[in-house]
């Protein structure tokens, strides 16, 4: 059964960091370009951040780069999400996905992705 379990979120303050993990089951993992969402309260939900299969590329949202970084250890079968220099306006509920076709390349797009994982509360409040 696919799976994705993500882990790590929490109740931070501003200018602290969160690093984010995303477990994947079975075979997916090493057919799947991966990514990371979030949704806000009252918005829809958004790119984050996204890796090749190969980890070749990687994409980010133009609100998070230099602050946020995707890597993914394919021994591990596991994306990381290591979000620094947090800001309130992080705060959501962040979410991992894998997409399996495109030619295994990052979308920003999330109807490009094919599995989801339950999603993880990160909060920044001082």
């Known amino acids: 059964q696919v799976q994705l379990v993500e882990s790590g979120g929490g109740l931070v303050q501003p200018g602290t960091s969160l690093r984010l993990a995303c477990a994947a089951s079975?075979?997916?993992?090493?057919?799947?370009?991966m990514g990371w969402f979030r949704q806000a309260p009252g918005k829809e939900r958004e790119f984050v951040a996204g890796?090749?299969?190969?980890?070749?590329?990687?994409d980010y949202t133009d609100s998070v780069k230099g602050r946020f970084t995707i890597s993914r250890d394919n021994t591990k079968n596991t994306v990381y999400l290591q979000m620094n220099s947090l800001k309130p306006e992080d705060t959501a509920v962040y979410y991992c996905?894998?997409?399996?076709?495109?030619?295994?390349?990052?979308?920003?797009?999330?109807?490009?992705?094919?599995?989801w994982g339950q999603g993880t509360q990160v909060t920044v409040s001082s």
């Open positions: 890796v090749s299969l190969s980890g070749g590329s990687r």
């Open positions: 079975g075979r997916l993992f090493s057919r799947s370009a």
């Open positions: 996905a894998a997409r399996q076709g495109g030619n295994y390349l990052i979308s920003k797009y999330n109807d490009d992705y094919d599995y």
